[in-house]
């Protein structure tokens, strides 16, 4: 067992039958994929069952199309609609897979799922964030084309957010022999003392057949580096009909163990194979780490490290995907969250997807899984069944996830005034929990601990937390009502700001501040890192309800950077006489606080177009809170008047950049004005902006001949108001950095009695689709949009008219094709702006990636780093190193989407050659790139 040691293995016997776990699927085991489009049609007046929509005989051939997995809610005509709506589509199945087991499985339904196969109901779902199969052998023609039809109910909503139907994610049928596995659970659990691990494997086997079977199964446990660290086979007797459970308990030595932390997420995986007669019938895999969590009094431990954490809280949706959630998204969400500091959170109340927790996993974010039961509701009850059944589905599908810390049985639910059972409930489910799992926290969320002596929270292992004023003053009442605890800060905000990048300032330093230097604070998660779709009352008339730090298509707000300082892991990094970055560590008792392993500083020497012209990188050596503040010399080779500008970055263990300076060191160039549009009392200037600015703002002069200036904006337009009417006035429009102001560019402007056309925020283009975000009033009516090649002019009677406020999807476009739109509303008197601008949009090519941006290659003695700018929706990069004497190419594929930097573990060739690198979505790559070497 390649020096391992086996205790024991324990072997029983379960009748339960429990569907709805996902698993890693390898090649032996055979998928037939159900996604793509599916037949659709709404069904407003509940007339579906009643007239039998399920039937073989159901003719669906006027039903609408629809993409699966996907949500309704993004398609124009459906983009209100909630209710009921029916899916169809047909399948084949081999007519020689009548001796196989066949399983159907859908991986997310939100949220009701009634599902019928050849008109013979097969099974329902009620707890649409989580996956579910039914076997479906006894329902399908083999050799034949089979119908399956299911009915989606998206009317189950919680709390603000938006609720997105429909079968949002893959679909598939799985196809087994009758024997096979169930699932597997694997705890780690590290001796901190001996730096040994304790390893239980737990999984199920189930023989779906009649006649008693000799199986053989064989474990492995596989390190990151591809090595098999433990192997186990044995055989087993399972009667026919019988589900089996064996538990292997495996000791781990030292040289073998490598913990998990939030900066170095390492991950182990274990493969099970199940073999009849000698050859695989069956085979499991799923990833786990080695680490510790503890509470101790008012500590959290992370692997024996008393850590002060911070994070966000996310709503997991996009306005142009809904809640589909492909891989980009969510690697370009956990990617900006790691880079502003973020390592724990009660990240959403509704349970990820398996993608996402596996993510979580490798970049290392801790969070809290969560029973979404929020506010006044019936099912806070220990006696309602729902909440058992989804903590006991939650926990059996996400069992090996190490970033998942503890599980929440509720959000807000503790008023006794709203649910009269709440002590009784909490306490059930806390203890529920910790039956069907030991290892991890079990928690509920509270936003009334700190007036409530008798609050539920008293079962909780740690304090949650939900507070948006007086942070400091409820904590320690919390504390005073509840000693011995730590608090951790699930929920913690202030109020909404705005939509708009500009102006979206949030006060986290000030709220941070009250939470700081409280020993029993271990951390903090805001809410939201994103904004969100929304039609809860307060929220914008956008439809976005604008908590975040980032808008709901990934514009970065003001508050991104405010959040990125409060949140970085050192106080402050200081560039002194551009030689010379003297870095101070965070104190004991701050927030963020923790020991920092392996992070460098990377240094960079600009050109005016951003490309490198000299670099260098170093370690800082273990940086502890209340340590000496970290000197380091700059060791630059070319004379400084060379660079454009200076850029230093904090890079963690991880390769993300957490902290940032810039330093320019010329003018920026001379901004250019591209349109201007006026009312009566207010000017919009929108120009194109410059590089090497920071910031834009108007200068002009008033009636009185007063010479005035704008705010500083970040955004690509500026806003002057209070202004007169018809009267014409001298403007110029400047950049501006750290260096100076640019050349201004000089124009002059009248107020007239016209509408001021949207904002247009984003325009997001694929294949043949354009989004539009847009800024929208109470005023607006409904909008209308104009679109163009670039070969043909603007139809002034061809438009499409739409009342969505925020956000519009245009269909129809050609692909890889470039285009002009244009947009305008219509007032609530009918009165119509004018149209906007032009805005220049490319749609893709079959969903083909954007290219990074090359900007240089920083070298060091066994390190290579790549810098580069990366494009959005890219779900990995591909290098490529070509030895230039001998022509052999050296492949290295990033998993990553929004970084700055590639770090190459190795010495470049002497004879140097090329360097390349390339964007990934889908499997697709984009065009090459290739950096100056």
Same mark, same amino acid.
């Given at each position: 067992?390649?020096?391992?040691?086996?205790?024991?293995?324990?072997?029983?016997?379960?009748?339960?039958?429990?569907?709805?776990?996902?698993?890693?699927?390898?090649?032996?085991?055979?998928?037939?994929?159900?996604?793509?489009?599916?037949?659709?049609?709404?069904? @407003?007046?509940?007339?579906?069952?009643?007239?039998?929509?399920?039937?073989?005989?159901?003719?669906?051939?006027?039903?609408? *199309?629809?993409?699966?997995?996907?949500?309704?809610?993004?398609?124009?005509?459906?983009?209100?609609?909630?209710?009921?709506?029916?899916?169809?589509?047909?399948?084949?199945?081999?007519?020689?897979?009548?001796?196989?087991?066949?399983?159907?499985?859908?991986?997310?339904?939100?949220?009701?799922?009634?599902?019928?196969?050849?008109?013979?109901?097969?099974?329902? &779902?009620?707890?649409?964030?989580?996956?579910?199969?039914?076997?479906?052998?006894?329902?399908?023609? /083999?050799?034949?084309?089979?119908?399956?039809?299911?009915?989606?109910?998206?009317?189950?909503?919680?709390?603000?957010?938006?609720?997105?139907?429909?079968?949002?994610?893959? %679909?598939?049928?799985?196809?087994?022999?009758?024997?096979?596995?169930?699932?597997?659970?694997?705890?780690?659990?590290?001796?901190?003392?001996?730096?040994?691990?304790?390893?239980?494997?737990?999984?199920?086997?189930?023989?779906?057949?009649?006649?008693?079977?000799?199986?053989?199964?064989?474990?492995?446990?596989?390190?990151?580096?591809?090595?098999?660290?433990?192997?186990?086979?044995?055989?087993?007797?399972?009667?026919?009909?019988?589900?089996?459970?064996?538990?292997?308990?495996?000791?781990?030595?030292?040289?073998?163990?490598?913990?998990?932390?939030?900066?170095?997420?390492?991950?182990?995986?274990?493969?099970?194979?199940?073999?009849?007669?000698?050859?695989?019938?069956?085979?499991?895999?799923?990833?786990?780490?080695?680490?510790?969590?503890?509470?101790?009094?008012?500590?959290?431990?992370?692997?024996?490290?008393?850590?002060?954490? %911070?994070?966000? *809280?996310?709503?997991?949706?996009?306005?142009?995907?809904?809640?589909?959630?492909?891989?980009?998204?969510?690697?370009?969400?956990?990617?900006?969250?790691?880079?502003?500091?973020?390592?724990?959170?009660?990240?959403?109340?509704? =349970?990820?997807?398996?993608?996402?927790?596996?993510?979580?996993?490798?970049?290392?974010?801790?969070?809290?899984?969560?029973?979404?039961?929020?506010?006044?509701?019936?099912?806070?009850?220990?006696?309602?069944?729902? =909440?058992?059944?989804?903590?006991?589905?939650?926990?059996?599908?996400?069992?090996?996830?190490?970033?998942?810390?503890?599980?929440?049985?509720?959000?807000?639910?503790?008023? =006794?005034?709203?649910?009269?059972?709440?002590?009784?409930?909490?306490?059930?489910?806390?203890?529920?929990?910790?039956?069907?799992?030991?290892?991890?926290? +079990?928690?509920?969320?509270?936003?009334?601990?700190?007036? &409530?002596?008798?609050?539920?929270?008293?079962?909780?292992?740690?304090?949650?937390?939900?507070?948006?004023?007086?942070?400091?003053?409820?904590?320690?009442?919390?504390?005073?009502?509840?000693?011995?605890?730590?608090?951790?800060?699930?929920?913690?905000?202030?109020?909404?700001?705005?939509?708009?990048?500009?102006?979206?300032?949030?006060?986290?330093?000030?709220?941070?501040?009250?939470?700081?230097?409280?020993?029993?604070?271990?951390?903090?998660?805001?809410?939201?890192?994103?904004?969100?779709?929304?039609?809860?009352?307060?929220?914008?008339?956008?439809? *976005?309800?604008?908590?975040?730090?980032?808008?709901?298509?990934?514009?970065?707000?003001?508050?991104?950077?405010?959040?990125?300082?409060?949140?970085?892991? %050192?106080?402050? $990094?200081?560039?002194?006489?551009?030689?010379?970055?003297?870095?101070?560590?965070?104190?004991?008792?701050?927030?963020?606080?923790?020991?920092?392993?392996?992070?460098?500083?990377?240094?960079?020497?600009?050109?005016?177009?951003?490309?490198?012209?000299?670099?260098? /990188?170093?370690?800082?050596?273990?940086?502890?809170?209340?340590?000496?503040?970290?000197?380091?010399?700059?060791?630059?080779?070319?004379?400084?008047?060379?660079?454009?500008?200076?850029?230093?970055?904090?890079?963690?263990?991880?390769?993300?950049?957490?902290?940032?300076?810039?330093?320019?060191?010329?003018?920026?160039?001379?901004?250019?004005?591209?349109?201007?549009?006026?009312?009566?009392?207010?000017?919009?200037?929108?120009?194109?902006?410059? @590089?090497?600015?920071? +910031?834009?703002?108007?200068?002009?002069?008033?009636?009185?001949?007063?010479?005035?200036?704008?705010?500083?904006?970040? *955004? &690509?337009?500026?806003?002057?108001?209070?202004?007169?009417?018809?009267?014409?006035?001298? $403007?110029?429009?400047?950049?501006?950095?750290?260096?100076?102001?640019?050349?201004?560019?000089?124009?002059?402007?009248?107020?007239?009695?016209?509408?001021?056309? =949207?904002?247009?925020?984003?325009?997001?283009?694929?294949?043949?689709?354009?989004?539009?975000?847009?800024?929208?009033?109470?005023?607006?009516?409904?909008?209308?949009?104009?679109?163009?090649?670039?070969?043909?002019?603007?139809?002034?009677?061809?438009?499409?008219?739409?009342?969505?406020?925020?956000?519009?999807?245009?269909?129809?476009?050609?692909?890889?094709?470039?285009?002009?739109?244009?947009?305008?509303?219509?007032?609530?008197?009918?009165?119509?702006?004018?149209?906007?601008?032009?805005?220049?949009?490319?749609?893709?090519?079959?969903?083909?990636?954007?290219?990074?941006?090359?900007?240089?290659?920083?070298?060091?003695?066994?390190?290579?780093?790549?810098?580069?700018?990366?494009?959005?929706?890219?779900?990995?990069? %591909?290098?490529?190193?070509?030895?230039?004497?001998?022509?052999?190419?050296?492949?290295?594929?990033?998993?990553?989407?929004?970084?700055?930097?590639?770090?190459?573990?190795?010495?470049? @060739?002497?004879?140097?050659?090329?360097?390349?690198?390339?964007?990934?979505?889908?499997?697709?790559?984009?065009?090459?790139?290739?950096?100056?070497?």
């Amino acid at each position: 067992m390649d020096g391992q040691i086996r205790i024991r293995v324990v072997i029983f016997t379960l009748f339960l039958c429990f569907i709805g776990t996902i698993h890693r699927i390898e090649a032996v085991n055979k998928n037939i994929p159900l996604n793509g489009v599916w037949s659709f049609k709404t069904d @407003p007046y509940n007339k579906g069952i009643e007239d039998k929509w399920y039937s073989e005989l159901m003719d669906i051939s006027t039903w609408q *199309n629809m993409q699966v997995p996907g949500n309704w809610d993004i398609e124009n005509e459906y983009s209100n609609y909630a209710g009921k709506a029916w899916y169809s589509r047909t399948f084949f199945v081999e007519a020689d897979k009548t001796d196989k087991m066949i399983r159907l499985i859908f991986e997310s339904v939100y949220n009701d799922a009634i599902v019928w196969i050849n008109g013979q109901k097969v099974g329902e &779902n009620h707890l649409g964030f989580l996956s579910f199969s039914f076997d479906i052998d006894k329902y399908l023609k /083999f050799g034949e084309e089979n119908k399956i039809t299911v009915l989606v109910d998206n009317t189950f909503k919680r709390g603000a957010m938006w609720n997105w139907g429909g079968i949002r994610r893959p %679909v598939w049928l799985e196809v087994t022999e009758k024997e096979r596995l169930e699932y597997i659970h694997i705890t780690a659990i590290p001796d901190l003392k001996k730096m040994d691990a304790a390893i239980n494997v737990k999984f199920e086997l189930s023989n779906n057949g009649i006649l008693s079977q000799k199986l053989d199964y064989e474990i492995n446990i596989v390190n990151a580096e591809k090595k098999i660290v433990y192997n186990e086979k044995a055989l087993t007797n399972v009667s026919g009909g019988e589900k089996k459970g064996i538990i292997s308990s495996i000791f781990l030595p030292k040289n073998n163990v490598n913990l998990w932390h939030f900066d170095s997420p390492y991950l182990y995986t274990c493969n099970i194979k199940l073999k009849k007669e000698g050859k695989v019938i069956h085979e499991l895999n799923d990833r786990f780490g080695i680490r510790k969590i503890e509470v101790k009094g008012e500590s959290f431990l992370l692997n024996g490290e008393a850590v002060r954490t %911070v994070g966000f *809280n996310l709503v997991p949706e996009d306005r142009t995907i809904g809640s589909t959630l492909p891989m980009w998204r969510i690697m370009e969400d956990v990617d900006l969250m790691k880079s502003i500091g973020a390592n724990m959170a009660r990240l959403n109340h509704q =349970p990820l997807p398996k993608s996402f927790l596996d993510y979580l996993d490798e970049k290392g974010i801790m969070t809290f899984e969560e029973v979404a039961l929020w506010g006044k509701d019936e099912m806070v009850d220990p006696e309602h069944p729902t =909440p058992k059944e989804w903590l006991a589905r939650m926990i059996k599908e996400r069992f090996n996830h190490p970033s998942i810390i503890g599980w929440s049985v509720g959000n807000e639910i503790g008023y =006794p005034s709203m649910n009269p059972k709440v002590r009784e409930y909490v306490e059930g489910a806390i203890k529920h929990s910790k039956q069907l799992d030991s290892t991890r926290l +079990a928690v509920y969320v509270s936003n009334s601990a700190h007036i &409530n002596k008798n609050d539920a929270i008293v079962f909780s292992d740690m304090i949650m937390l939900n507070r948006y004023s007086n942070w400091g003053e409820d904590a320690i009442k919390t504390n005073t009502y509840y000693p011995g605890k730590p608090i951790f800060y699930s929920e913690f905000g202030n109020k909404i700001t705005s939509e708009d990048p500009n102006l979206g300032f949030i006060n986290v330093a000030e709220m941070l501040s009250q939470m700081r230097d409280k020993p029993y604070i271990v951390g903090a998660s805001y809410w939201t890192f994103n904004d969100y779709r929304s039609s809860y009352s307060g929220t914008p008339s956008s439809g *976005n309800r604008s908590w975040g730090v980032v808008t709901t298509t990934r514009e970065k707000k003001r508050a991104y950077y405010q959040f990125r300082k409060e949140y970085a892991p %050192v106080r402050k $990094m200081f560039l002194k006489d551009y030689n010379n970055v003297i870095i101070t560590p965070r104190e004991i008792g701050d927030i963020p606080s923790y020991s920092l392993e392996d992070y460098k500083v990377i240094w960079q020497g600009l050109d005016v177009n951003g490309q490198l012209i000299e670099g260098g /990188f170093q370690y800082i050596g273990a940086l502890n809170p209340g340590d000496q503040p970290a000197n380091i010399n700059l060791d630059w080779k070319k004379d400084l008047k060379q660079f454009s500008s200076i850029r230093l970055s904090l890079v963690s263990a991880l390769g993300y950049s957490v902290m940032d300076t810039i330093a320019l060191l010329v003018l920026p160039r001379q901004p250019e004005v591209l349109a201007i549009h006026t009312d009566i009392k207010s000017v919009r200037v929108i120009f194109k902006q410059s @590089p090497l600015a920071t +910031a834009w703002k108007v200068r002009y002069t008033d009636d009185e001949g007063t010479i005035k200036e704008t705010a500083e904006t970040i *955004n &690509n337009f500026v806003e002057i108001h209070d202004l007169k009417y018809n009267k014409r006035y001298q $403007m110029e429009l400047i950049a501006l950095n750290n260096f100076g102001e640019s050349k201004p560019h000089p124009f002059e402007v009248t107020t007239s009695s016209n509408e001021k056309p =949207p904002v247009i925020w984003s325009t997001i283009c694929e294949d043949n689709t354009c989004n539009i975000s847009f800024s929208s009033s109470e005023q607006d009516y409904t909008y209308q949009i104009q679109y163009r090649d670039t070969a043909s002019i603007y139809d002034e009677n061809s438009y499409l008219q739409l009342p969505h406020k925020g956000m519009i999807r245009i269909d129809g476009l050609k692909e890889d094709t470039k285009y002009f739109i244009r947009m305008r509303r219509l007032m609530e008197w009918g009165f119509a702006s004018d149209w906007s601008h032009d805005i220049e949009v490319e749609t893709t090519k079959e969903s083909a990636p954007k290219a990074p941006k090359p900007i240089g290659i920083i070298e060091g003695k066994g390190l290579c780093i790549l810098s580069f700018t990366p494009p959005p929706r890219a779900d990995g990069y %591909v290098v490529r190193i070509t030895d230039k004497r001998t022509q052999a190419v050296e492949t290295i594929n990033i998993r990553a989407s929004r970084i700055d930097f590639i770090h190459i573990n190795k010495q470049l @060739p002497l004879s140097r050659g090329t360097i390349s690198i390339a964007s990934t979505l889908n499997g697709k790559e984009s065009e090459i790139k290739h950096f100056k070497y």
